[in-house]
């Protein structure tokens, strides 16, 4: 379920500095999105950073501007009944015919205190593995909540 | 028509009620305008929690067997 942290090929996919106590990846594959995240137009290039020793809490980061950055998680740990449903339109935008390689990740705001932190389960954001294209999808009609809380 | 290559299409009237379809290239995004504009705000408020936020998020989710 996660990216491989595989050596890149682009000298600048440097990760700044991470909170002590995680482990410090200092070269992540860049992850290219096909559209940028509503409210951020002009930042599509982004890397995934682990930050805790059990794989729950990621940093998807902005390559090109590293203040930007957006804590994520996988779903299963916290909703594990969660299963989008992907439609074929954005398979195709993301270059995928093979669900399996679709990495579901959730957008995180961690709120006052931690225990108000919130998950968007309506707009999960969509890696594809192999050619690390990714977009932030909107599950209009589903029914699913912008903020659901992470916690409880 | 919107330009060349999209198409707005009313697929029903019912009383108040009027749905519409619009078909745009795969290029061009299509979302209800007050969905967006949630989406925005929500991502804005997550965009770069502090260093804080994320230690006392990180903290919590550990699981309580596996601690240091």
């Known amino acids: ?152 | 028509m919107i330009g060349d290559d999209v198409v707005v299409t009313v697929l029903e009237v019912r009383g108040d009620v009027i749905r519409l379809g619009i078909r745009a290239p795969r290029s061009i995004q299509v979302h209800r305008e007050e969905v967006y504009r949630e989406l925005q705000a929500a991502n804005q408020e997550a965009a770069s929690p502090s260093e804080d936020a994320v230690r006392n998020l990180a903290q919590l989710l550990r699981p309580p067997s596996g601690g240091q």
């Open chain 1, 1 to 152: 379920m996660v990216m491989p942290a595989a050596a890149s090929d682009r000298s600048e996919d440097h990760v700044p500095a991470q909170p002590a106590g995680t482990s410090a990846v200092h070269t992540l594959p860049t992850i290219e999105l096909v559209h940028p995240m509503p409210g951020f137009p002009g930042h599509r290039r982004f890397v995934l950073v682990r930050l805790d020793e059990d794989g729950l809490l990621y940093a998807f980061t902005s390559a090109d501007d590293p203040d930007l950055r957006f804590l994520v998680v996988p779903p299963l740990a916290f909703f594990p009944d969660y299963a989008p449903e992907i439609d074929d339109e954005t398979m195709q935008l993301l270059g995928v015919d093979d669900p399996e390689r679709v990495l579901i990740l959730l957008v995180v705001t961690a709120g006052e205190s931690a225990t108000d932190a919130t998950a968007n389960l309506m707009a999960p954001v969509l890696v594809d593995q192999v050619n690390r294209r990714a977009v932030q999808a909107v599950l209009t009609g589903s029914g699913l909540p912008v903020r659901a809380s992470l916690t409880s």
